[in-house]
């Protein structure tokens, strides 16, 4: 066998030659390093390498899209990028949205100050290889990979190679980096369960939030350290139509299993979910199962101390009112499984109700609809003990889970509106359609002004018909604008007045008021093709970036209205279609926050924003950077950790929660103005 440097004067070294196959939710991670010193003394001087990633599949795999995509997704990071700090030079970030079945992704990657580790000679990259399957498990993706000094080289090679000093390939794969080890083995552990959506994965979907978690945690000083540990259960990806109380218990045994077996070798004081659109209402029934199944597990003494309960983008009441009838009517004939069919708020009998409902007589079956189930008794009293609740949701360009299910069903229109005013005053604001504002109640909690002076927050009406929509791009603005503001107005019509100049408030001045835009769900749905991607000025600077949080509240149970749809007169319910619906999407809202406080979360970012939300993909879908970092800071940062390591043993609904209300009335106005400073 021929050594490296005789195949050196043949053409170049060969440094990696590697083979692998990859399944849906599958991915390896490399991480590759060399000593500029150490190869120079074997006679290898180098200030580049040359990279080749080849997609082994047949070329006549390419037009399989819908059973696929039978591609790759592939990033190399030099060890000093950060998507949080300014990326110097003119040196691009080499990644390919999808390798196609026959394609080769080339790079030159280069031994400089953007890849060296501190002020040694050592250089290093990280090469993240993803499976873009989503739909069905058999498949195996086949790609090569090879790293070598000449292009040729990396063409073209017969294998013949030699381990080189000096140079060092470390691999993960979907397994390793899912199952790592908390930092401090002796002391307690945060455990994070993560859960995935429709035709998704947390193998490769969730890797993102995952990462950000860990990098963020993982520094910290013993003293306040979270010991994280991030799992998620892998066997719900390919059965996303099976249902949500099929998911769920799936993913409360795999809960229970996972906390039992981690206990053998640590001890799991402390447990958060973190769900992405499907992912909300599957982890829902899980916490419900475990409720039902092991009723001491959340105990606050004995059990694992429920922490933070999250959701990106997720559909809790459902998308009947959201999305048009040629969409609806699939759902309900099982287009979508028994998934579609708990989404459309259809009951489909026959199913199994195990972990669904309660032995004890003190919880009788309150409904036949799962999505109303949820928060029903004993799991409310889970949910009311989680330390933290936050929605997260995209205000425009999510079709697939609209603003209107994604937040809850209310919100409070009013400050919106107030800093959607300013911004336009400032003459800031993109367009006079687009939905802006900037409100946080980091500061604000508890008693943001609008609270103070007695304001209720509204109801988000149902989108339009879908006849409406058509007609809203035919006829003239001043013939359906006063139909639309109707709908706002009867949300807020049991707000009680404030500082407002009329009764009615925002809602009166019908001209000024501009509500979001409404998504098309099919527009969404083809985004994941056709959107646009970051530039590399977007994913080296991070002073480009605007998408941005617009609305960021704790909303409490007594700034609810009544209801709207209780006690409705007969007549009303003959003739309109959607009461029905309209009450029972109600109800599940208001059973969710009626005990409870919510944090809400609006961020306005770009298509496709239903996957952007999560960061799908590291640079396809950095414009989310901005919701995760938000995530993760808010609820995994330094400070949220110091306050929990002081409050270990008293779990509360929001840390300090006095002091932001002593600071809200100055920090809304000056942060109102910086919003508008900032818009575009």
Request: charged share 25%.
């Amino acid at each position: 066998m021929k050594n490296s440097l005789e195949i050196n004067e043949t053409g170049g070294t060969l440094l990696v030659d590697e083979r692998k196959r990859l399944r849906i939710g599958e991915l390896y991670r490399y991480k590759f390093s060399v000593n500029k010193d150490v190869i120079k003394e074997q006679g290898l001087d180098v200030s580049h390498l040359f990279l080749r990633i080849k997609n082994e599949e047949s070329a006549l795999l390419r037009p399989l899209y819908l059973t696929g995509p039978y591609s790759f997704y592939i990033d190399v990071r030099p060890h000093n990028y950060n998507e949080n700090r300014k990326f110097p030079g003119k040196e691009i970030i080499p990644f390919v949205e999808n390798l196609k079945p026959d394609e080769r992704f080339k790079v030159k990657i280069l031994l400089n100050e953007n890849s060296r580790v501190g002020d040694t000679s050592l250089y290093s990259w990280t090469i993240d290889i993803i499976s873009q399957l989503a739909v069905t498990t058999i498949p195996k993706l086949e790609f090569s990979f090879r790293i070598g000094t000449t292009r040729k080289v990396v063409k073209k090679s017969n294998g013949l190679f030699k381990s080189i000093e000096g140079v060092s390939l470390e691999m993960w794969d979907t397994e390793t980096l899912w199952d790592l080890p908390p930092k401090f083995p002796e002391k307690p552990v945060h455990l994070v369960i993560m859960t995935h959506g429709i035709f998704s994965n947390i193998g490769c979907d969730m890797l993102y939030m995952k990462d950000k978690i860990e990098e963020m945690t993982f520094p910290m000083d013993e003293s306040i350290n979270p010991n994280i540990i991030v799992r998620g259960f892998m066997g719900n990806v390919g059965k996303s139509g099976h249902g949500i109380h099929c998911l769920g218990v799936r993913v409360g045994k795999y809960v229970l299993e996972t906390v039992d077996k981690l206990n053998k070798k640590y001890k799991v004081d402390r447990i958060s979910f973190i769900g992405h659109s499907l992912g909300g209402p599957t982890q829902s029934m899980a916490v419900r199962y475990i409720s039902i199944k092991r009723p001491d597990f959340f105990d606050a003494v004995k059990g694992v101390k429920p922490v933070n309960f999250i959701t990106l983008a997720s559909p809790f009441i459902g998308v009947i009112g959201d999305f048009p009838f040629y969409l609806s009517v699939p759902l309900d004939m099982g287009a979508l499984g028994l998934t579609g069919r708990d989404l459309n708020l259809k009951y489909t009998p026959l199913t199994s109700k195990d972990g669904l409902y309660a032995d004890d007589e003190v919880y009788p079956e309150h409904s036949k609809y799962i999505l109303e189930i949820l928060p029903q008794a004993p799991a409310k009293k889970v949910f009311e003990s989680f330390k933290r609740r936050t929605i997260y949701a995209n205000v425009m360009d999510d079709g697939i889970v609209p603003l209107r299910t994604a937040a809850l069903l209310y919100l409070d229109w009013r400050s919106i509106h107030k800093v959607q005013k300013i911004r336009k005053k400032n003459k800031n604001s993109p367009t006079s359609s687009e939905f802006v504002s900037s409100d946080s109640p980091e500061s604000s909690g508890a008693s943001s002004p609008s609270n103070e002076n007695g304001n209720n927050v509204g109801e988000i009406p149902a989108e339009s018909p879908n006849k409406k929509a058509t007609l809203q791009w035919t006829l003239p603005q001043a013939v359906i604008h006063g139909s639309k503001i109707n709908k706002y107005k009867r949300g807020q019509t049991n707000e009680a007045n404030s500082d407002s100049d009329n009764e009615q408030g925002v809602f009166l001045d019908g001209q000024k008021f501009e509500p979001p835009k409404e998504a098309n769900t099919v527009l969404s749905a083809l985004s994941v093709l056709t959107a646009a991607i970051p530039d590399q000025e977007y994913i080296k600077n991070p002073a480009v970036r605007k998408d941005e949080v617009i609305h960021d509240k704790l909303y409490h149970p007594e700034e609810l209205p009544p209801p709207h749809y209780e006690n409705r007169p007969i007549v009303k319910k003959l003739i309109y279609p959607n009461e029905s619906v309209n009450r029972i999407q109600e109800r599940i809202a208001r059973e969710w926050q009626e005990t409870m406080t919510w944090r809400k979360v609006l961020v306005q970012i770009q298509p496709d924003s239903h996957n952007n939300i999560v960061v799908r993909r590291r640079f396809v879908n950095l414009y989310g950077y901005v919701a995760v970092e938000h995530m993760v800071e808010h609820h995994f940062g330094s400070k949220v950790c110091s306050e929990l390591a002081e409050d270990a043993n008293e779990p509360k609904d929001e840390p300090n929660q006095s002091s932001q209300a002593d600071r809200s009335n100055e920090y809304n106005e000056g942060e109102i103005s910086k919003g508008a400073e900032n818009a575009t």
